[in-house]
Structures are given as C-alpha cells and as structure tokens.
C-alpha cells in the first residue's frame, strides 16, 4: 500500500505516467490527503477513486496524470475545470500556470463547491517548507453552474478539463475554447473514451482514448 504523497508521485514516475515537471512539482506541493475525506485517509495515495460525497468520486491519481498531461499546460494560461469536486484537479492545475494564469473551478452541486473551497483553504494553512513554498491560490476560483455551459464571464480559454462523463460534447464549451486550445472530456455512458480536442481556427482535431470510467456530468 502506498502511504505517502511522495511515494504516490515517484510510482507515478516510475510507471511511466508521469512526465511534465510542472505537473511533479505540482503533485509534491499539494497532497491530495486534503481532498480525501477524514474517514478515508489511510486511502488517500491509492491509485483508485474515492467518495467525497453528493454522490460523487475524487479521480484515481493515474487518471489525473493522463488527463492533465494531454491539456499540455503552461504558466499564464487561463483554464476552466467543469466538474471540480473536491477541487484537488483544480489546485494542482492553479499551481502549474501560476500567478499570472487563472483556474476556474466550476461544479453544479453547491455543496461540491464550499468543500472545494475548504479544502483549499486546508491546504493553504499547512505547514510549508518556507516563503517561496507558501501556496495561496489567489488565481483559483470556484463558482456554482451548469458546467455544460461553460463559463463566460472568464471566457475564452486555453484549457479546459472535464472531470465527468458527458453523454456528448457541449458546444458551449468548444466555444468559449480558444483558437489554439486543448480540451480534455470523457464521453460516452458507461465506459467512456477520453477525448482529447485540439481547436485550431474553425477546425477540430479530436483524439480518443478507451475505457474510462467517469460518473456523468450533470446538467440542468
């Protein structure tokens, strides 16, 4: 059983998931233990989903890895998560692009949203190796919406995640993607294909990859 965030990270490099740097310091300043709930703790670095709640999962770390790695992020992008949760896929991406980049954490369930929000604040108030260490997520924000609607008022974006299975893609969210954008979005009822989507002018470049499993993406 894998008991620290570090030993979790280091098999996740070893197994060969795990590539961009951005994402490895990402994974070592910001354990995933905070997003797990207390009654799940001693499970907290296992490489498989866990309740948090309303019916919905914390995603296995490995999945994590793949769908982060396939949006390709860099500091200063603007990104929209839909589906945030627990808000940990939220915060690993808020720490890889930075001051100047922005995270949107978008959920449905209003109760979803405050957790995500405590959460962070959990992490902020640990202890930290030092000034330049301290993390404070002043470019995170998480809301209460449709997801399937996107998010204009910060819209367009360089990336956005879908951390939930949609039975297609949402056109709102092709649009609020910029020319250039990545978009990373299981599909599918059931065992779902992860799509990755490269929007290059009025063009879309779709890629897919099987068998996932995602609970569904809700909408009103």
């Known amino acids: 059983m894998i008991t620290t965030g570090e030993d979790l990270v280091n098999g996740l490099i070893n197994w060969?998931?795990?590539?961009n740097p951005l994402?490895?310091?990402a994974l070592r300043r910001i354990d995933r233990k905070f997003f797990v709930p207390v009654k799940l703790q001693d499970e907290a670095y296992g490489n498989y989903p866990l309740p948090i709640g309303k019916g919905q999962t914390i995603s296995q770390p490995s999945t994590v890895v793949f769908m982060i790695e396939q949006l390709k992020v860099k500091p200063g992008q603007s990104i929209l998560e839909v589906g945030s949760g627990g808000g940990w896929v939220s915060a690993l991406l808020a720490q890889m692009v930075g001051d100047q980049g922005h995270v949107t954490g978008m959920d449905i369930i209003p109760e979803l949203v405050e957790l995500a929000r405590e959460n962070i604040r959990r992490v902020i108030a640990s202890p930290s190796k030092g000034e330049s260490e301290a993390i404070s997520f002043k470019n995170l924000q998480f809301i209460v919406g449709d997801?399937?609607?996107g998010y204009k008022k910060n819209s367009s974006y360089?990336?956005?995640i879908v951390s939930a299975g949609a039975r297609k893609i949402p056109q709102a969210l092709l649009k609020q993607l910029k020319d250039g954008g990545r978009m990373v979005i299981?599909?599918?009822e059931g065992t779902q294909d992860m799509v990755v989507i490269e929007k290059v002018g009025t063009k879309i470049k779709q890629t897919k990859y099987s068998g996932f499993v995602f609970v569904p993406l809700i909408s009103k």
Do not use: A, F, Q, Y
């Open 16 to 19: 060969g998931e795990l590539k």
């Open 23 to 25: 994402l490895v310091k």
């Open 147 to 149: 997801g399937s609607l």
């Open 158 to 160: 360089d990336r956005i």
């Open 186 to 188: 299981p599909v599918g």
